[in-house]
């Protein structure tokens, strides 16, 4: 079975401080993208990143892909509380179908 | 423009019903998805339709569960005889073949719950 395993499932902080989620399987992906999810609404595309050991910025958020292509990590640097939701993971093995292997998530909560 | 569309947001059945949960795609996106998403969960593969190709239906957990796309258009996901397991968010996806990433657009959800 191809897994995402995504840690920590759930996460409680404060305003102001620092936070790494991760992203790890055994299979090597093409791509990995990283969705953002907020109550009765859809995923929200945050991020894709394709080249193994690939860093991309966005904002407060720092998005990394492994070296070899089978792990990644969000962080989030100065957590604010519309950081607060549902963070996703995704991983496709073609970029033709586009199909998505997505992790269990993990629950931000900023607390003010 | 607009966006992915699903309707109803919210059904509630009763055990051993059938349901039908409808998507509208983004207009030019041949590439449509259906997921399924339990509480504060990932999202579960179902199938995926591309074009006039036979769909990827690999992620559908039972028989009782079909899916169709009309007109390369319009997808219809049916649960025949619902059962309470498959209570769960059912989210749509669709995405523009052309590119070399692989975004997929979601829709809001329909929110079954089964009784």
């Known amino acids: 079975t191809q897994l995402l395993e995504q840690s920590p499932q759930f996460l409680s902080i404060q305003e102001g401080e620092n936070l790494t989620v991760y992203c790890n399987s055994s299979?090597?992906?093409?791509?990995l993208q990283w969705y953002r999810q907020e109550p009765g609404e859809g995923p929200v595309l945050l991020v894709t990143?394709?080249?193994?050991?690939e860093v991309k910025k966005l904002k407060r958020l720092t998005f990394q892909f492994g070296d070899a292509r089978k792990d990644s990590s969000l962080h989030i640097t100065a957590a604010q509380t519309g950081d607060t939701g549902l963070y996703l993971c995704a991983g496709a093995h073609s970029s033709n179908t586009g199909k998505l292997i997505f992790g269990q998530g993990t629950t931000l909560q900023v607390k003010p | 423009g607009a966006g992915v569309s699903q309707s109803p947001s919210n059904k509630v059945t009763e055990k051993g019903k059938d349901v039908e949960l409808r998507c509208d795609p983004i207009?030019?996106?041949?590439?449509l998805y259906w997921y399924r998403q339990s509480l504060g969960q990932g999202l579960e593969f179902l199938i995926y339709?591309?074009?006039?190709?036979?769909?990827?239906k690999s992620g559908l957990p039972s028989d009782r569960f079909s899916a169709e796309r009309t007109g390369g258009s319009v997808s219809t996901l049916t649960i025949q005889r619902t059962q309470q397991e498959d209570s769960a968010v059912y989210l749509c996806?669709?995405?523009?073949?052309?590119?070399?990433?692989?975004?997929?657009?979601f829709g809001p959800g329909t929110r079954l719950t089964v009784l």
């Open positions: 299979s090597v992906f093409s791509s």
């Open positions: 207009s030019g996106h041949t590439a």
């Open positions: 996806a669709s995405r523009r073949t052309s590119g070399i990433f692989n975004e997929q657009f």
């Open positions: 339709f591309q074009g006039n190709s036979a769909p990827d």
């Open positions: 990143v394709v080249t193994g050991g």
